[in-house]
């Protein structure tokens, strides 16, 4: 038996770049308008099952992501790296999900998974900053959960040894496996793409892109296996749809506001010795400062 | 009418401040709904603990006093907590937004199939009216928090599952005793009973917590620097000033990604929150996730050499100028005109 590890990855909007536009009148986000990119301690994820498998000949990567159908990039984004393979859930019936209902899906996927060592996903996700899904996973299968990993220091097929990175310190723990761990920014930068593996991967793909370019893939598929990207819908992984989406979310988008500032009205000055002067001395005489 | 719950992060010898920030919070809370605050405390020797906590308004507080609960792992906490709130079914729950609460809270919300709203900056109640099943809800917690990247602040709700659950950063409430001689009453939980070896997959093997060095969140007075500071060395001049005026020195992310100063001392959205009597920002362009941590200071004085850069809207005083020659002006003129 090879020592799996599942990576959880997801690709999120690049919330550096928020315009106008991007947000749904239901409150959901509308990734459409916005550069997608590999959540970026996910990417710190990967490295850390990529460091496993530098170690252990038995060790099997499978990066596994929820999402709309162009979600597979982040796949192909992992197969250049090192993972070996991956798996898309996607299907209209999970849009609008949270963290609950994510960490379900996810959940259930995992299980088709078994026999499994380790889960591996990112601290949190920049569209949502919530950190949630990690723990949630672990709970519906029943793993315990190490978050915020920094370093994974000794990986057994029994157990697994981490230095993780707290508010003020840092604390080594051990854990029995199976586990679910999350990893932190801090945890080591994950290596570029592998120009080997780039070659090999490059027209790795799901049916559903594969029928958008309306290209011939059956031939393909079976001379290079490797390159199918495989595909899960609500009924692949046995979900009952009532726990899905926006039905399966107990916390709901009441309002949405765009950051505007109340502008107060600000009194101007310049850098001229007399305006300083005269600020200091408002600061000293309303005992501000001083 | 159910009561409010706070879970209360012990820390070796103490309880947290964003736990105490949060009761004080919880306390106005449970006068508006008319309702109990009740505490949890889980960890080891918490002998007369209780008087550190019964002055924030607590009226029943739950502790589990077991060497196993210190330090923390998850299962054990989890665990005890998801078994009282079946017991007491609290309306709200809230958790610090802290290592430990974010890595217990996501866990006990997914046993009880409830919602968690992470890192809210505010918390009221408000009506809500669900327009597909026209049903009505009263008193519902809107949980607010900025989302994407802070581009954005949404309200949340939980219309339909209990307890409410939210997590807060620390420094976002104010901390204050709700009265000094207030007593509640304390009930133990039987952990004897309810933990079992199971709950006991991770060993913590080592641990190294270092004394917070800089209490930025506490200063009256901050000078605060941003990438326009230009150096490291210019924030000499930050710390002169700082050190004078009896005050703290803050920065931006940019400052504190280009080297400039250290991470503790990062003002924002994913740094802390300040609402100091004084703030100066000075080479702070006032992006929101920086805005977000010190909107709420009393008096704001924004030095930047760009008139239209965002800080001066929010800013009392704007001076339009280079840091450079505003700084060494200041302190001079502090230094001579007060002993
Ligand atoms: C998810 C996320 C979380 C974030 N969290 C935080 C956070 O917690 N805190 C935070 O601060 N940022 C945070 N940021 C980053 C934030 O968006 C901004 O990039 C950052 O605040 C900008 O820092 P700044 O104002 O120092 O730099 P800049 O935007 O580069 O501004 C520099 C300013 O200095 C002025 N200036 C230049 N030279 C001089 C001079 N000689 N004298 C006077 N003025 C001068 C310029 O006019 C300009 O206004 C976050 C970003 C993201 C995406
Ligand atoms: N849709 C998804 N597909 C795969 N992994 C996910 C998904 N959403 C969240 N995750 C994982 O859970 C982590 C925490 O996400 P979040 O709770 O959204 O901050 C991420 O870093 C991912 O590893």
Redesign the interface.
């Known amino acids: 038996m090879s020592f799996r590890i599942i990576v959880l990855a997801k690709q999120v ?1 690049d ?2 770049n ?1 315009g106008k536009d ?2 749904k009148a239901d ?1 959901t ?1 509308n990734r459409g308008v916005l550069p997608a990119i590999f959540n970026p301690e996910d990417l710190h994820a990967l490295e850390q099952a990529l460091r496993i498998k530098e170690q252990r000949s038995d060790a099997e990567i499978i990066l596994l992501t929820m999402g709309p159908p162009r979600a597979a990039e982040i796949i192909r984004e992992a197969l250049y790296r090192g993972a070996d393979k991956g798996y898309l859930i996607t299907d209209r019936k999970f849009a609008g999900s ?3 209902a994510t ?1 379900y899906a996810l959940s259930l996927a995992i299980k088709k998974l078994k026999p499994f060592h380790l889960v591996i996903a990112g601290r949190q996700a ?11 996973v ?3 299968l029943d793993l ?5 990993t920094e370093e994974i220091t000794k990986a057994t097929t029994k157990e697994i ?1 981490i230095r993780r990175r ?11 496996l199976p ?1 679910l761990i999350t990893v932190h920014s801090s945890a080591a930068s994950c290596r570029p793409r592998n120009a080997k593996l780039l070659m090999k991967f490059k027209h790795a793909r799901t049916v559903s892109e594969l029928q958008e370019e309306s290209k011939d893939y059956t031939e393909m598929l079976t001379s290079k296996p490797y390159l199918q990207i495989d595909e899960w819908s609500v009924a692949d992984i046995d979900a009952n749809t009532e726990f899905l989406g926006l039905s399966g ?11 505007v ?4 009205e ?6 001229d ?1 007399k ?3 005269a ?3 408002d ?2 005489d309303s005992h ?3 | 009418m159910n009561n409010i719950f706070v879970y209360c992060e012990f820390d070796e010898d103490h309880i947290a401040d964003v736990s105490l920030e949060l009761l004080t919070k919880a306390r106005k809370l449970a006068n508006e709904l008319g309702c109990k605050l009740e505490a949890g405390i889980l960890g080891h020797n918490l002998k007369g603990i209780e008087k550190h906590v019964f002055p924030y308004g607590v009226d029943v507080l739950h502790l589990a006093d077991d060497k196993r609960l210190y ?1 923390y ?3 054990p906490h ?1 665990h005890l907590i998801i078994d009282l709130f079946e017991k007491i079914k609290p309306e709200v729950a809230l958790f610090g937004a ?2 430990v609460g ?2 217990l ?3 006990i ?3 009880l ?7 809210c900056t505010s918390l009221v109640f408000g009506d ?1 009216k669900d327009n597909k099943s026209g049903k009505e809800y009263t008193n519902l917690l ?1 949980q607010i928090r ?16 209990r307890p409410q659950m939210a997590t807060v950063r620390e420094g976002v409430m104010k901390k204050e005793f709700h009265s000094e001689s207030y007593k509640g009453t304390v009930k133990h939980i039987d952990v004897k009973e309810l933990l079992h070896d199971d709950l006991f ?12 060095k800089v209490n930025i969140k506490g200063s009256p ?1 901050i000078i605060s620097g941003g990438y326009g500071v230009g150096s490291k060395e210019n924030f000499d001049m930050l710390f002169e000033l700082a050190d004078i ?2 005050g703290e020195v803050g920065a931006s992310r940019a400052a504190v990604d280009a080297g400039f100063v250290d991470h503790e001392r990062q003002v924002g959205q994913t740094g802390i929150t300040v609402r100091p ?2 703030y100066i920002a000075c080479g702070i362009s006032g992006a ?1 996730q920086h ?1 977000a941590g010190m909107s709420e200071s ?2 704001i ?2 030095i930047n050499n760009d ?1 239209k850069a ?1 800080i ?11 840091i450079e ?2 700084i060494p ?2 302190i001079k ?2 230094k001579k ?2 002993k």
Not at chain 1, 166 to 176: D, I, P
Not at chain 2, 152 to 159: G, K, L, R, V
């Open positions: 909007p919330t550096r928020v991007a947000m409150g986000v949270d963290t609950l960490s920049i569209d949502g900053d919530t950190a949630q899904v990690g723990p949630q672990a709970d519906k315990p959960q190490i978050t915020y040894t707290l508010e003020r310190g840092v604390e080594t723990v051990s854990c029995q586990a979310s107990p916390t709901k988008v009441k309002k949405i506001e765009n950051v500032f109340a502008a107060k600000s009194v101007v000055l310049s850098s010795d305006d300083i002067e600020l200091m001395k600061l000293i501000v400062i001083g | 330090p792992t998850t299962l989890a802290t290592s974010r890595d809270a996501p866990r919300a997914s046993k199939k409830c919602g968690l709203t992470a890192d809500h809107y900025p989302a994407f990247g802070g581009n954005i602040i949404a309200t949340i709700i939980n219309p339909d599952t997959p991770v060993r913590v093997v080592e641990r190294h917590m270092e004394k917070r007075v005026l009896g009597k004084l929101v805005t009393a008096k004085i924004a008139p965002p001066n809207q929010i800013a009392d005083y704007s001076i339009i100028g280079n020659d505003i002006k200041m003129y502090y005109n007060t």
